[in-house]
């Protein structure tokens, strides 16, 4: 089930970033905007694979006695170099868009876990 929720958010996010490319070609002087938020669903996308790689590093781990952590810092980086690169590159990627596009997974993936639980 869990795989389910995580492929469905997975193939949203691809679904945006489609629509993101779609929209740039069709509205060019938004161009800056659209560039952000594909930008931000990469690192988005990154940082979900990151987490479910964790998980299951931490799922299998969970008899030994090593202390692991959940990969926020590495989570955390992938954020600010998305930032940094559209903080340095303003005329290709629009910073706010950047930002807000970076943080889509997480709500896709809860979007996803409920309609999954409705049709159950």
């Not at 958010?9 to 945006?16: D, F, G, N």
């Not at 970033?17 to 988005?44: R, T």
């Not at 926020?72 to 910073?95: D, H, Q, W």
Request: with cysteine.
């Amino acid at each position: 089930m869990v795989d389910n929720i995580f492929k469905t958010a997975m193939r949203w996010a691809l679904l945006i970033a489609a629509a993101c490319l779609l929209l740039w070609l069709v509205m060019p002087e938004w161009k800056s905007v659209y560039a952000g938020l594909l930008l931000g669903i990469f690192a988005s996308f990154l940082n979900a694979l990151m987490l479910r790689r964790r998980v299951d590093i931490v799922g299998q781990a969970v008899s030994g006695k090593r202390r692991m952590g959940m990969g926020l810092g590495s989570r955390i980086a992938m954020v600010l170099l998305v930032a940094m690169i559209a903080y340095k590159n303003p005329e290709t990627f629009n910073l706010p868009a950047t930002l807000a596009a970076s943080m889509v997974m997480p709500f896709l993936t809860l979007v996803s876990a409920f309609l999954h639980h409705k049709r159950e």
